[in-house]
């Protein structure tokens, strides 16, 4: 089946900095990707769709100045955590449309 | 809109036992049901899907689920639980390509 990247799997930084993370479709294109946020022992909640060649779409409540977006190619969407605070910490797993859709691994970011 | 209720933060049954996990949906238009589960530090496993057709649908390690339109209702079953079983359950439903998921439940395995 179809295969969805997540790079890095954990991330340990410091409050103020900033952090990319990459979702690589590895077999297959996708024009749209979506970003979830899973807090601990909480659902994962839609933040935003990906769309490549044009602007991410933010679900209501997200800070799109926060949370860039940049999907690049038709195989990569990337996720950069601005001004990272430790109420950013949570689990951060994309995933591409298919029939159930294709879901990375998720990473782990934790920010002190 | 679509969304999904899942009944039950935490379930425990004795391995061996029957496993079931409740989940309703509300839906303007005919949905699509899925149920995923997720492992500690993991991310998601598709379990099971419902899109069309056949009601009773069979996923893998042994779960199925059964698409109720009466009673708007996607539950989860296993008949006979095992310790592998122990895992964070998500009850979901698409809207526009996205997928909506339930709270969640937790599944406890008692040996």
């Known amino acids: 089946g179809a295969v969805v990247s997540q790079h890095p799997s954990w991330v340990i930084c410091k409050s103020g900095t900033s952090v990319k993370i990459e979702c690589r479709s590895l077999?297959?294109?996708?024009?749209?990707m979506f970003w979830y946020r899973q807090f601990p022992k909480q659902s994962l909640m839609l933040m935003a769709t990906?769309?490549?060649?044009?602007?991410?779409?933010?679900e209501q409540g997200v800070e799109k100045d926060k949370f860039l977006i940049n999907h690049a190619s038709l195989t990569l969407s990337t996720l950069t955590v601005t001004s990272a605070h430790p109420e950013d910490s949570s689990f951060y797993i994309c995933s591409a449309p298919g029939g159930a859709q294709y879901f990375g691994p998720g990473t782990r970011l934790l920010v002190l | 809109a679509q969304s999904v209720t899942q009944l039950g933060s935490h379930v425990s049954v004795s391995e061996g036992a029957l496993v079931l996990l409740r989940c309703n949906y509300s839906s303007s238009v005919p949905p699509y049901l899925f149920w995923y589960v997720q492992y500690p530090n993991q991310g998601l496993q598709l379990l099971l899907k419902y899109t069309t057709g056949a009601t009773l649908v069979k996923g893998i390690n042994g779960f199925e689920a059964e698409f109720k339109k009466s009673e708007t209702s996607f539950h989860l079953t296993k008949p006979s639980a095992h310790m592998s079983d122990a895992a964070e359950y998500f009850c979901?439903?698409?809207?526009?390509?996205?997928?909506?998921f339930g709270k969640g439940t937790r599944l406890h395995i008692l040996p």
């Open positions: 990906s769309n490549e060649g044009s602007k991410a779409t933010y």
């Open positions: 979901a439903v698409t809207l526009d390509d996205k997928i909506i």
């Open positions: 077999d297959f294109q996708a024009t749209t």
